[in-house]
């Protein structure tokens, strides 16, 4: 019925919408809406590397995976490909989009693009200002001990924790080979 955006910043916009249910009944909704994000898990050897950081909405200092907007107008590679490099330092030989995921889907409409990235050589952060500020800082994580943690609760950001079960099949094959079992 009608569209407006009732606040806009550089990295999202509130809209309210008017519409109507396939009922016929109206509705009103406001949500976020964003270009969309990616998220990184790179592998080093038998290591993920995560960042640390402190996160204002949060109030607390997050272990994650390097995550960041898409830019209008870039692929979703080549946005994964600039956060890996920006956040972390490295360059990726190997990286392949492993699926992608609604990152709130009840309060926004941001959809995320999850990579895993191998074959990393280090070339240098470039971080952005904010980040600086952040005090962000690179933790390597041996693959099998990230995966304890997860499944120990240990992380609490979405954007590390979905990422995370999407590349489980790639980084633990013995886990791979276990859901196909129990699928039969």
Not at 9 to 15: D, G, L, Q, R
Not at 54 to 77: D, N, V
Not at 117 to 136: D, H
Request: glycine share 8%.
């Amino acid at each position: 019925m009608f569209s407006e955006v009732v606040h806009r910043n550089k990295w999202f916009k509130i809209i309210h919408d008017k519409f109507r249910f396939p009922s016929g009944r109206e509705g009103d909704y406001y949500f976020l809406a964003t270009g969309g994000s990616v998220t990184v898990v790179p592998v080093l050897a038998d290591k993920i590397i995560f960042i640390r950081e402190f996160r204002y909405p949060s109030q607390h200092k997050l272990l994650e995976l390097p995550t960041g907007k898409k830019e209008k107008g870039e692929t979703p590679l080549i946005s994964a490909r600039k956060e890996l490099r920006e956040e972390t330092g490295y360059q990726a030989e190997k990286i392949k989009k492993i699926g992608s995921y609604f990152v709130f889907a009840g309060l926004s409409s941001e959809r995320s693009h999850v990579f895993l990235a191998e074959g990393l050589r280090f070339v240098g952060q470039k971080l952005e200002s904010s980040e600086k500020e952040a005090g962000l800082e690179i933790v390597r994580i041996k693959i099998k001990k990230a995966y304890r943690m997860l499944d120990q609760g240990k992380f609490l950001s979405a954007q590390t924790i979905v990422p995370l079960c999407l590349a489980r099949k790639y980084l633990l094959p013995d886990y791979a080979t276990s859901q196909r079992k129990l699928a039969k």
